[in-house]
T-cell receptor
Framework: GAGVSQSPSNKVTEKGKDVELRCDPI?????LYWYRQSLGQGLEFLIY????????KSGLPSDRFSAERTGGSVSTLTIQRTQQEDSAVYLC??????????????FGPGTRLTVL | AQSVTQLGSHVSVSEGALVLLRCNYS??????LFWYVQYPNQGLQLLLK??????LVKGINGFEAEFKKSETSFHLTKPSAHMSDAAEYFC???????????FGTGTSLTVIP
């Protein structure tokens, strides 16, 4: 069956430009997560959606980062005025149930963002 | 606060040798524990998870992990390494309540022929 998909797979942008990263979760999955994976770092939690609402935005690094989810499905992570330190792989994951705990997350292949 | 520590960012083993990847956690309540594997240019894939049932958990591809509360550890093992096991491995912890998963920094496994 279809897994989590992300687009684009690679994005190169210039410092100061805005970028949008897209995530298509597994159909029917209630929860959706965004993570950032930097070289030599673990996965850094960014934001979590339960349905279309985001009860936990605590991981967003700055107000340049925002995310939305529509129709309980597709999510978009937007980074405004990109900086070189934003360069990383951005991973999206979805899970069937709402919330963490024991539920398994299914990850997309990620979007590699490079800010020049 | 919850945290995960993976000792050894890089581990090399010979093909056929024992694989041991270490994970220690800190948590104020009994956690759920996970091991994920990431192959090059792919997303993370669940290997196994501990959910407070049996302390020895068997996963895919011959991997297993043992939850040791007294040592706050959840080390991943495989008796005999295969070339296809070369990948990045991540340990993660979550709580019965809440919605965050806390990941370690990962261990890159190299298998030497």
């Amino acid at each position: 069956g279809a897994g989590v998909s992300q687009s684009p797979s690679n994005k190169v942008t210039e410092k100061g430009k805005d970028v949008e990263l897209r995530c298509d979760p597994i159909s029917g999955h209630t929860a959706l997560y965004w993570y950032r994976q930097s070289l030599g770092q673990g996965l850094e939690f960014l934001i979590y959606f339960q349905g279309n609402s985001a009860p936990d935005k605590s991981g967003l690094p700055s107000d340049r980062f925002s995310a939305e989810r529509t129709g309980g499905s597709v999510s978009t992570l937007t980074i405004q005025r990109t900086q070189q330190e934003d360069s990383a792989v951005y991973l999206c994951a979805s899970s069937l149930l709402a919330g963490g705990g024991v539920d398994t997350q299914y990850f997309g292949p990620g979007t590699r963002l490079t800010v020049l | 606060a919850q945290s995960v520590t993976q000792l050894g960012s890089h581990v090399s083993v010979s093909e056929g040798a024992l694989v041991l990847l270490r994970c220690n956690y800190s948590s104020s309540v009994p956690p759920y524990l996970f091991w994920y594997v990431q192959y090059p240019n792919q997303g993370l894939q669940l290997l196994l998870k501990y959910t407070s049932a049996a302390t020895l958990v068997k996963g895919i591809n011959g991997f297993e992990a043992e939850f040791k509360k007294s040592e706050t550890s959840f080390h991943l093992t495989k008796p005999s390494a295969h070339m296809s096991d070369a990948a990045e491995y991540f340990c993660a912890v979550s709580l019965p309540t809440g919605n965050q998963f806390y990941f370690g920094t990962g261990t890159s496994l190299t298998v030497i022929p």
